[in-house]
Every structure is written in structure tokens, then in C-alpha cells.
């Protein structure tokens, strides 16, 4: 294993908006503080940061053992590390493997993934890595259709067919040795992210998998709150959202609006 590295690297420019919103705001999401939930081992546990129309959920989840991912996605432990930011401990973790640098977000003995969940639509710009080892490949997906996400019986094979309303993002690589800007790949922005180690079958060339380990310190970009109702439509009480929910088991969400006077 190489010595331990610490770095705060940008990725620019991830996505684009798709819409004409009639407002936004630049935000940044910092997972090394700020965030409640708890590391107490249970597989699927979800951390909430942030506050009101800018709160984000995060959850963590990894595929079956194997460097070639042939296993389906299954909850895992996301955990987090003051001043580093959010690490992955997968099923496999302790399997022999050795244990660390196992609680990173990892490609050995399957790829783990951090599933982000936000309350608004956003278009990410960058993140930043908070901590790495060895390498850094780290791949982009967003969710672009229709309804809620859902990770439960995907492969890292299958994510991206037709059908599965995952779109990616860009794969970059050495994400935390590197502040060359990404290149934009889409025109979108979306409620539902994820930051997943690197893997072979989402493309790109020359990238390796199987010593990436990486901790994902923050994300940025900008929220965009849709229009307002036209003048004699009613504003709905309640706007119910399925955050996190990529299995059923991301907790529910919901966002109050003001009823209509």
C-alpha cells in the first residue's frame, strides 16, 4: 500500500441544467462536518446534511465480491470521518482482504458507490476528495428518468442500459492527485447522484480498477427552485419526494410549501 494522501481536488463542470428555472443558488455540501446520522454498522443507514431546500441525504452501497462486478448492488455502511468526509464499508470488508483501506469508497471486493440524494434538483459542478490511496478513479452518474431511481437487482454491468434512467457523467481519473477540469458530458441536472469508484463497464480508457480508494469530502453546484403555479392553479400543501430511495429503503423526504391564500 502507498503512504496515505490527503487532498481537496475540483472536478469541474460535471453536468449542465436541462431546464429554465427562475431561481437558483450556488451551494456547497461538506461531508467532513456539519452532517447527522450515525457510524453504527448497520448496512443501509442514510446521513442527512444541510438544512431545508438545500439538505442532501447519503447513503452507501456496493456490489457483490468480485474486481469484475458481476454481483447485484446491495446496501452498505457509509461512514464518516471527521475532516475526510463520507468512506464505504461493504460486505465483503473483512473477508480476508485486509480491513483497511476497506472503509473507503473502493473498487476491491466489489465497487462501492455514495448515493446523494438532494432536496432540490441540482446541477453538480465539483467535488472535492477528502482523503485517497493508491489511486483515485472515480466515475459521475445521474438519474434522468422518469419516477424514482432504484439500485436493487443492478449489476454495474447493467446500470447504464436502456430503461434504468441512470445517465453517466464522466469517469476521472486520479480525482484526488489532479485539479484538471471534467469535461462536460451532459446538458442535465437532477436530484438524484452518484459518486462510485471507478468500474471497467462504465467505459472511459486507461483507468484501472481494484485500487481506487477514495473519501468523498464534499460536493458543489447550483440548486434551481422550480416556477411558481400559473395565477389559478393551486400551489399543492405538500410536495412528497422519495429521497434516498433507491431500494425502498432511502428514507422519504418532504418539502412543505405555503398554501395558496
Keep these: ?13 460535471l453536468a449542465l441544467a436541462a431546464f429554465s428555472p427562475v431561481a437558483s443558488a450556488a451551494s456547497t455540501w461538506n461531508f467532513g462536518s456539519g452532517c447527522s446520522g450515525s457510524n453504527g ?13 438545500s439538505q442532501v441525504w447519503a447513503q452507501a452501497w456496493s456490489t457483490a ?7 447485484t448492488y446491495r ?24 480491513q483497511s483501506p476497506e472503509h473507503a469508497t473502493d473498487n476491491q471486493n466489489g465497487t462501492d458507490l455514495i448515493g446523494l440524494s438532494f432536496a432540490q434538483s441540482v446541477t453538480l459542478s465539483s467535488l472535492s476528495v477528502g482523503w485517497w490511496q493508491e489511486d483515485s478513479d472515480l466515475s459521475v452518474l445521474a438519474y434522468t428518468g ?12 447493467n446500470l447504464l442500459d436502456a430503461g434504468s434512467g441512470w445517465t453517466l457523467v464522466g469517469n476521472y481519473a486520479k480525482a484526488g492527485a489532479t485539479s484538471t477540469k471534467a469535461t ?3 446538458n442535465f441536472s437532477s436530484s438524484w447522484w452518484l459518486i462510485s469508484a471507478y468500474n471497467s463497464n462504465f467505459g472511459g480508457s486507461g ?24 395565477p ?12 434516498i430511495a433507491l431500494a425502498g429503503a432511502w428514507q422519504v423526504r418532504r418539502r412543505k410549501t405555503s398554501a395558496a391564500s
Design 41 to 53: 454498522g448497520t448496512y443501509g443507514n442514510v446521513w442527512t446534511c444541510g438544512s431545508g431546500d
Design 184 to 186: 462536460n458530458r451532459s
Design 232 to 243: 389559478g392553479v393551486p400551489e399543492p400543501g405538500t410536495l412528497a419526494l422519495a429521497g
Design 146 to 157: 422518469a419516477g424514482s431511481p432504484t439500485l436493487s437487482g443492478m449489476t454495474a454491468a
Design 75 to 98: 446496501t452498505a455502511e457509509l461512514e464518516r470521518y471527521s475532516g475526510s468526509g463520507f468512506g464505504v464499508r461493504n460486505r465483503e470488508w473483512n473477508n480476508g482482504d485486509g
Design 207 to 230: 483507468l484501472g480498477q481494484g485500487n481506487d480508494y477514495v473519501k468523498l469530502l464534499a460536493v458543489a453546484g447550483t440548486r434551481y427552485t422550480p416556477p411558481p403555479p400559473p
Design 1 to 13: 500500500m502507498n503512504k496515505q494522501r490527503l487532498a481537496s481536488t475540483a472536478l469541474a463542470a
Design 65 to 71: 465480491e468480485g474486481d469484475g462486478d458481476e454481483g
